[in-house]
């Protein structure tokens, strides 16, 4: 397996635009997390599915932030709209249970101007 | 919020030397406790898990854990260059869901 697999890898915008990050999971891993990670807060944990579901969403700063995961292969993370303060580092994890290795992609460096 | 802190560094040590990382947690029914790296501008990857009271070796690389007191370390020994990266801690929260909390980690640097 090619590992999390997350594109774009950056994304320059401008506010007010919707920003859409995507994230394909290692194959057989069930739960999905979405991660945001800045100097200022460390690494937080934005959403998570368990097989596709939405399980716990309260990391979501807003109503802006959106995340889907229409198919074991594929999510999305979506804001909309952008503001210079999403500016950061998203990641994509998945593991096989909740407590286990969690496996990163290499992030999208999200620029907000 | 259940909290897991770490010293934020930078954590400097020589080559070839012991690193010392420390990470405290405030979940007293904390179950899991990972250790991993980040390079600058990379992916964190996963060095150690430990789920036991004690010490877990791998290589140069010990994990302690002590859940009466509630810290978790991560020594490294015969330090090299190549180990200067951000380690982040992990702990698993009690209560119903179990996905792990990360500390904002310790950076580490190693002189040559």
């Known amino acids: 397996d090619a590992g999390v697999i997350q594109s774009p890898r950056h994304e320059v915008t401008e506010m007010g635009q919707e920003v859409t990050l995507r994230c394909k999971p290692i194959s057989g891993h069930d739960y999905l997390f979405w991660y945001r990670q800045t100097m200022m807060r460390g690494l937080e944990l934005l959403i998570y599915?368990?097989?596709?579901?939405?399980?716990?969403d309260s990391g979501m700063p807003e109503d802006r932030f959106s995340a889907k995961m229409p198919n074991a292969s594929f999510s999305t993370l979506k804001i909309q709209p952008s503001e210079p303060r999403d500016s950061a580092v998203y990641f994509c994890a998945s593991s096989w249970t909740e407590n286990t290795e969690a496996f990163f992609g290499q992030g999208t460096r999200l620029t907000v101007v | 919020q259940k909290e897991v802190e770490q010293n934020s560094g930078p954590l400097s040590v020589p080559e070839g030397a012991i690193a010392s990382l420390n990470c405290t947690y405030s979940d007293r029914g904390s179950q899991s406790f990972f250790w991993y790296r980040q390079y600058s501008g990379k992916s964190p990857e996963l060095i150690m898990f430990i789920y036991s009271n004690g010490d877990k070796e791998d290589g140069r690389f010990t994990a302690q854990l002590n859940k009466a007191s509630q810290y978790v370390s991560l020594l490294i020994r015969d330090s090299q260059p190549s180990d200067s990266a951000t380690y982040l801690c992990a702990v698993t929260q009690s209560g119903g869901s179990y996905i792990p909390t990360f500390g904002r980690g310790t950076s580490l640097i190693v002189h040559p």
């Open positions: 599915f368990n097989n596709n579901v939405p399980i716990d």
